[in-house]
């Protein structure tokens, strides 16, 4: 069974640019949630999407923002991107994002903000 | 309060021998999932172990397992006969059934993790 996917692997955009981040979960699951990794303020929770609603929110301004698709796939959009959101952007997949349910991450996004 | 507490910025074994990585949380919830992952260099994490806060017994996979202390809020990582692979960061992680009258669907909060060094 494949694993949670995630495109692109790296990118380099400068301030004030936006950006698109694509996950594809594995086959079955219906829970994409999305995180952010940085040095100084380790992993956060952005959001999680279920059947293409959103669920769950972090505590994240409203330049970040995503979807899901009906094929369980997500996007997760940065607009207006500053200095500060260069970071490691890992999504997770699982059965239905439940209390109990594992949750599977993918490889991550790497993106650099000059 | 932080809600999960890895006090081990590093640590560091001999390959073979077992370590142990320190994990307490901090949670009201009577439901909540424990979860380890491991994270290479590479930056992928990698899921190891989960114990569900109702399971009575220790979970255990393969060369991992967790020592779950209810009462004392504890979920500590063993590692048995590490190997030269097993070098990378650790991060436990905790997921509430219910937070503040909310929801904590899909959402992990993570502890600050631990570099875990095997040397030959």
């Known amino acids: 069974k494949a694993g949670v996917t995630q495109t692109p692997r790296y990118l380099i955009k400068t301030r004030g640019q936006q950006v698109t981040l694509s996950c594809s979960p594995i086959s079955g699951h219906r829970s994409v949630s999305w995180y952010q990794q940085t040095p100084g303020q380790g992993l956060q929770f952005l959001f999680e999407?279920?059947?293409?609603?959103?669920?769950n929110k972090g505590n994240f301004p409203g330049r970040f923002s995503g979807r899901q698709f009906s094929n369980s796939r997500s996007e997760m959009n940065v607009s207006t991107l500053e200095l500060g959101d260069s970071a490691l952007y890992l999504c997770a997949s699982s059965l239905g994002g439940d209390t109990h349910d594992e949750q599977f991450f993918g490889p991550g996004t790497r993106l650099t903000v000059l | 309060a932080q809600k999960i507490t890895q006090t081990q910025p590093g640590m560091f074994v001999q390959e073979k021998e077992a370590v142990t990585l320190d994990c307490t949380y901090d949670?009201?919830?009577?439901?909540?999932?424990l979860f380890w992952y491991k994270q290479p260099s590479s930056g992928e994490m990698i899921f190891l172990i989960y114990?569900?806060?109702?399971?009575?017994q220790n979970a255990t996979e393969g060369r991992y397992s967790l020592n779950f202390q209810k009462a004392r809020k504890s979920a500590n990582l063993v590692i048995s006969a590490s190997q030269l692979g097993d070098s990378a960061m650790y991060f436990c992680a905790m997921r509430e059934g219910r937070v503040a009258g909310g929801t904590s669907y899909g959402k992990l909060t993570f502890g600050q993790g631990t570099i875990l060094t095997v040397h030959p």
């Open positions: 949670t009201s919830d009577p439901s909540y999932g």
């Open positions: 999407y279920f059947s293409e609603t959103q669920r």
């Open positions: 114990q569900g806060s109702y399971d009575q």
